[in-house]
């Protein structure tokens, strides 16, 4: 089973400056079969990026994701008021596991 | 319009049963692999089961494996979650979501109902 870490737990940013998430996988796992989803309290999450750098439709272009191997990043260019919310990262091969998520917080 | 919408959440005593369902409408359903994941009131996104499109094919968390069946009905499409033997570790919110993109089992997931609340207590 492939466990993926979040770091760090809680980013604390002000609006327009630029956020950098990490997802640490396990082992690697040999594909590029990982996503990133935001969720905000009380509502359902929501696709952002797929294949590990792919962007969903209708996601803005602030959204980025890279990686490869054990090591994947979310990067959000400049945060929008909306932006701050809780990130998780999933990999969606034989254990379609979540990480613990980030917390992105106004500073 | 497409979307997902869950029902069937409830309390339940432990060691009971419960059955969701999520109602799809806006695209092929049967086209469509289907995935149920739970999320524990303060915590983190939980995947539980995946169906395929044809409901051949199923997938469990280990945490559920013998205790939770995940089935499906195209002429209705509707996706279901039989829950047995149920303990406080399964409350939690229930979500449905589809899987990106038609006739796989490993994909995202981009299509989210807003859950259905499951409480486990006596």
């Known amino acids: ?57 209708g996601i803005p272009d602030r959204f980025s994701g890279t990686g490869s191997g054990t090591d994947f990043t979310l990067s959000i260019s400049r945060l929008e008021p909306e932006d701050f919310a809780v990130y998780y990262c999933q990999h969606y091969g034989s254990s379609r596991t979540f990480g613990q998520g980030t917390r992105v917080e106004i500073k | 319009e497409v979307q997902m919408l ?54 469990y968390a280990d945490s559920v494996k013998g205790r939770f069946t995940i089935s499906r009905d195209n002429s209705k499409n509707t996706l279901y979650l039989q829950m047995t033997n149920l303990g406080a570790e399964d409350t939690a919110r229930y979500f449905c979501a589809k899987l990106s993109n038609s006739w796989v089992v490993h994909d995202a997931f981009d299509l989210w109902g807003q859950g259905t609340t499951v409480t486990v207590s006596s």
């Open chain 1, 1 to 57: 089973e492939v466990v993926l870490t979040q770091s760090p737990g809680t980013l604390s940013l002000s609006p327009g400056e630029r956020a950098t998430l990490s997802c640490r996988a396990s082992h690697n796992f040999g594909s590029s079969y990982l996503a990133w989803y935001q969720q905000k309290p009380g509502q359902a999450p929501r696709l952002l990026i797929y294949d590990a750098s792919s962007r969903a439709t």
């Open chain 2, 6 to 59: 869950e029902s069937g959440g409830g309390l339940v005593q432990p060691g009971g049963s419960l059955r969701l369902s999520c109602e799809a409408s806006g695209f092929t359903f049967s086209n469509y692999a289907v995935t149920w994941v739970r999320q524990a009131p303060g915590k983190g996104l939980d995947w539980v089961s995946t169906i395929s499109g044809s409901g051949e094919n199923t997938y």
